[in-house]
């Protein structure tokens, strides 16, 4: 079962905008992070969430969507996600937040696709403008954006080729490819 989920779970880039997400099933998203491990279990993360249009489209722009796709500017209207999670660090409670922040989002990743969900993390945020745009106070830091909605694409994990290329891509047919490398490759002996 947790294979299946992991297996499942995706970076998804395009989704059917128009499935609604629920602001409980965001909160039960959350409440599944609020319950993983945190380090000395400070637990400094805050949440912000959004299933509102309005606010996600105040969101959206401040959001750099895929790195090995740089002539892809991100989902067209019609293919954003219908919600997000940003997940913020509490500069009051602790200074930095180690890895407490790739815990909860996986949770809650996880707990989106077991609700046939998917979602997409997201470092790649215009802090500064987000910051100003839903006047977020300066004690939180923003450290990921989880992009959340029913996807709307295919992704295909392959092996990673000869040549050793892990670049995502997308074909002809708008599928998108993950590379892996095989476990052979990762584990030192």
């Known amino acids: 079962m947790v294979r299946e989920l992991i297996l499942t779970n995706r970076s998804y880039r395009r989704f059917y905008q128009e499935v609604s997400v629920e602001m409980e099933t965001l909160n039960e998203l959350v409440d599944l992070a609020r319950h993983s491990a945190s380090a000395g279990n400070r637990q400094p993360l805050k949440y912000i969430l959004s299933c509102d249009a309005g606010k996600n489209a105040l969101i959206f722009p401040h959001l ?16 954003r996600p219908s919600a997000y999670i940003i997940v913020l660090g509490d500069t009051e409670i602790v200074k930095s937040f180690g890895c407490d922040h790739g815990i909860a989002a996986q949770s809650i990743l996880l707990g989106a696709v077991e609700r046939g969900l998917g979602g997409c993390i997201i470092a790649g945020v215009r802090h500064d403008g987000l910051r100003k745009t839903l006047a977020i106070p300066s004690r939180y830091e923003i450290l990921l954006v989880l992009a959340i909605g ?11 080729g000869a040549d050793g290329d892990i670049k995502y891509w997308r074909d002809s047919e708008g599928w998108h490819h993950v590379p892996k490398r095989s476990l052979d490759d990762i584990i030192v002996d």
């Open 64 to 79: 750099a969507w895929a790195a090995y796709l740089a002539d892809w500017p991100g989902p067209e209207e019609g293919e």
């Open 150 to 160: 029913r996807p709307k694409e295919t992704v295909v994990i392959e092996a990673v």
